[in-house]
């Protein structure tokens, strides 16, 4: 493979129960009840997508923009404040790096969040290249989302491998004929069994990953 992406939240960041709970909890202070469906729904989104989601799903009074300024202070102090790497995570990704391999970050979380949190661990120089949802154009639960990434770097999909936690992702990503590492994380919703036999390979930590 001359190209490794990695997803951030749940494959390099162990931060996908801080995602999970964000959006009920917002909910549950308004005595409202968050569903697996808007959950899964959330899981391939922006922060910035999400909020109108959540907005226009609810018919909340508050606009998206207050929505969104809510959640970004929550996730921001998780970022800075609480967040930890994947065992084993930031050691393959700097192993693929110093290989002179082509090392790029596809997330759907928000860039506003991605740098500080890189620069936080000293890892921001190790990607050649950062996608995130917004700037893409395109949710991560659609092909066109790795298709774009490709496009854009000039790149072979055979010759492209992708760690991903999410079901929706590695599916898409499969699509795009990307080769696909599934990173199992106990809070993420997906049907694990199913990725077992779908993605090309498939790990609970990345210290059983060999590079």
């Avoid at 997803?7 to 995602?19: H, K, P």
């Avoid at 699509?175 to 069994?193: L, R």
Wanted: proline share 2%.
């Amino acid at each position: 493979m001359n190209t490794i992406m990695f997803d951030l939240d749940g494959t390099l960041l162990d931060s996908m129960l801080m995602w999970k709970n964000l959006g009920a909890n917002f909910l549950r202070r308004k005595n409202l009840k968050i569903t697996d469906a808007v959950i899964k729904e959330m899981s391939t989104m922006s922060l910035v997508m999400s909020s109108a989601f959540l907005k226009d799903y609810y018919n909340l009074p508050e606009s998206s923009e207050e929505i969104h300024r809510q959640f970004k202070d929550t996730v921001m102090y998780f970022y800075l404040n609480e967040v930890m790497p994947k065992v084993g995570a930031f050691e393959v990704l700097k192993q693929y790096k110093n290989l002179g391999k082509k090392v790029l970050l596809a997330t759907a979380t928000n860039e506003e969040f991605v740098q500080p949190t890189l620069d936080k661990f000293g890892i921001y120089n190790c990607f050649d290249g950062i996608y995130t949802s917004d700037m893409v154009g395109e949710k991560k639960d659609s092909p066109n989302f790795f298709n774009k990434i490709l496009e854009k770097e000039n790149l072979s999909s055979k010759s492209t491998l992708l760690f991903d936690d999410s079901e929706f992702a590695l599916l898409a990503a499969k699509k795009s004929g990307i080769k696909t590492c599934c990173v199992i994380d106990q809070h993420s919703i997906a049907n694990y069994e199913m990725l077992k036999k779908e993605c090309d390979f498939y790990i609970e930590e990345f210290t059983e990953w060999v590079v």
